[in-house]
């Protein structure tokens, strides 16, 4: 009686491994979004999401289309198909009843021996003819025409001839039954042979062609995608250009101009010098004029101590950013190296617990037999 393997709850299954594999990934994956998600430089904000929408549902739209296409592509052809099928089938029916009709016609209707002239040109007209005896029990046969004595058997010869026949055909009928059954399964194998690895390579080519598809839409999204941001990119760049380039162009008109500065010719008359323009003229004198320009440049100076201030901020956040990058890297190396000294372990302490049970397994065979030792392999597999 074979022994039943005993499973331990410590060894770890291929589908252990599968799971693993599988958390892994998604862990993977978490990550992957979590630093798109959380990168500050690197994350699109203010993107045209409906128009993103539309897109992909306007794809899943097409997809399905053509999807349903292709299905109802396939099952008109399977449908012809079959039709052809049924057609051919009739049609060869039709045929085989014609030509037995044909056969059956001729056998019943046009028999050689229906014709008038055949007794002339019979080529069995002597076998036909009645011999002088035609068996032992031949009552035309009298005593006085000496045809039949005492010991004679005449019709021996020919019933041995016809069980030797017999056998003959029937040792040769059983090796055609043979020969046929042979030659049924091998064309039927290598049909199944065939058709398998027909199978086996439409699959193989669609899985490479769906890759190369999939491949080929990423790309595209993914070009398509950049040079959208590119594009907003460039066109943001142009237009900060282009406001501050308008507003150093305003500031400097307005510098410039007679109202700012605050020349005292505009207010000048030709009716006099001491008579002015009295919506023109400001009044001021040097001193105002100075202490103006001195609260502009501490304005000057304030406005780059800010931008300075600015500029640390964005390094330290950079700053930040890297160091965070870094410590994620190293934790995950970390989680990578605990991962594998984990595995190392558990696949130590499987072939520990697998050399240990064939130990048992191979004691107890001793007494067991050739059926011990088919369990033991089948255990050892497991």
């Not at 992909?56 to 052809?77: C, L, N, P, S």
């Not at 055609?176 to 699959?203: C, G, V």
């Not at 305003?250 to 207010?267: G, H, K, T, V, W």
Request: positive net charge; proline residues 2%.
């Amino acid at each position: 009686m074979p022994v039943k393997p005993v499973r331990s709850r410590n060894v770890v299954q291929p589908q252990d491994y599968k799971e693993a594999v599988a958390l892994e990934r998604k862990r993977q994956a978490e990550l992957q979004l979590q630093s798109r998600w959380f990168n500050a430089r690197e994350r699109l904000i203010g993107g045209d999401y409906d128009a993103w929408a539309a897109q992909v549902h306007d794809r899943k739209i097409q997809e399905a289309t053509e999807k349903g296409k292709h299905e109802m592509m396939g099952a008109e052809m399977r449908q012809n198909d079959r039709i052809a099928c049924i057609l051919d089938e009739r049609q060869r029916k039709d045929k085989r009843n014609l030509q037995k009709a044909i056969s059956d016609f001729r056998q019943a209707f046009q028999k050689p021996e229906s014709r008038r002239e055949f007794d002339l040109s019979d080529p069995l007209a002597l076998r036909k003819d009645m011999p002088a005896r035609v068996s032992d029990q031949d009552v035309s046969c009298t005593v006085s025409g000496l045809q039949k004595f005492m010991g004679e058997d005449l019709s021996a010869r020919e019933r041995k001839k016809a069980q030797e026949e017999q056998n003959r055909e029937w040792a040769l009928e059983q090796q055609r039954m043979w020969s046929d059954a042979l030659a049924d399964h091998r064309s039927a194998e290598d049909a199944f042979t065939k058709t398998r690895l027909e199978f086996d390579q439409t699959a193989m080519h669609l899985q490479k062609l769906e890759l190369a598809t999939k491949r080929t839409v990423c790309a595209a999204v993914k070009d398509f995608n950049k040079n959208q941001i590119l594009e907003v990119a460039e066109r943001r760049r142009r237009e900060r250009r282009q406001e501050e380039e308008d507003n150093m162009a305003e500031i400097a008109n307005m510098l410039q101009s007679d109202f700012l500065s605050e020349n005292p010719q505009q207010a000048a008359i030709p009716l006099g010098s001491h008579r002015v323009v009295p919506d023109r003229w400001k009044g001021l004198n040097k001193e105002q004029l100075e202490e103006i320009r001195l609260i502009q440049k501490q304005q000057i100076h304030e406005k780059q101590r800010l931008q300075e201030e600015e500029k640390q901020r964005d390094f330290d956040l950079d700053r930040q950013r890297i160091q965070a990058a870094r410590a994620n890297l190293l934790f995950e190396r970390q989680q990578q190296r605990l991962s594998r000294e984990l595995r190392r372990a558990m696949d130590n302490k499987n072939l520990q617990l697998a050399r240990e049970h064939k130990d048992i397994s191979c004691f107890d065979g001793l007494s067991g037999g050739v059926s011990l030792v088919m369990g033991t392999k089948c255990c050892l597999w497991k």
